[in-house]
């Protein structure tokens, strides 16, 4: 920043701490003054950094992307479709039950009931969570074409079913369910696959 004055602040810290403010309340349980008394920041620093309040949590969901829920962009790169299945689930567990982080995931936490002025930021978890579901299809298919899998199996069905189980770990999680019993469900979920 040429001639102005440099940040007072780590950005990816304060980024960071509005990450679990949404994580923890929601986007539009998330107040401004919540989110700058977390980050340690005034709203003009808040803004000069990461814009309004859309964009700063646009930037918290890529980093909890990136983070958190990088068990997500793992799982694809398993050996099998089981295995992508097992460590998808098993990383929601383990995610959802963090025990310095909000309980449950934050694309079910932060936004599934949202008024109409907070619509871009309820549609941008309901695009993450169907990126998610079609990267998991694309992986079944090539499972599929590699015989992984048999050929009579919907691959979107599949990855819709894996969805739904990873989705129901983060709501149960956020009601306290713990970890142990989660990998548990894992398993029980797991017997359910095609053979």
């Not at 304060?14 to 539009?28: C, S």
């Not at 989110?35 to 949590?57: D, H, V």
Request: charged share 25%; glycine share 10%.
């Amino acid at each position: 920043m040429a001639g102005g004055r440099p940040r007072e602040f780590d950005a990816d810290e304060a980024l960071d701490r509005a990450l679990r403010v949404f994580w923890q309340r929601g986007y539009e349980g998330a107040a401004l003054s919540d989110l700058t008394a977390a980050m340690g920041i005034n709203r003009p620093s808040l803004y000069a950094a990461f814009g309004n309040k859309e964009s700063l949590f646009r930037k918290a969901v890529e980093r909890y992307t990136d983070e958190q829920a990088a068990h997500v962009r793992d799982a694809l790169l398993q050996p099998t479709a089981r295995a992508v299945a097992e460590h998808m689930l098993r990383g929601a567990a383990d995610v959802s039950t963090q025990p310095d982080c909000p309980q449950g995931c934050l694309s079910l936490q932060g936004g599934l009931a949202m008024g109409e002025a907070s619509e871009p930021a309820r549609q941008q978890l309901a695009d993450w969570r169907r990126t998610g579901e079609v990267g998991l299809r694309v992986r079944f298919e090539r499972a599929q074409a590699e015989g992984d899998l048999p050929g009579d199996v919907d691959a979107g069905d599949l990855a819709k079913f894996v969805a739904v189980i990873a989705q129901g770990i983060s709501v149960q999680a956020a009601d306290g369910v713990s970890r142990e019993q989660l990998h548990r469900m894992v398993e029980l979920a797991l017997r359910a696959w095609p053979s």
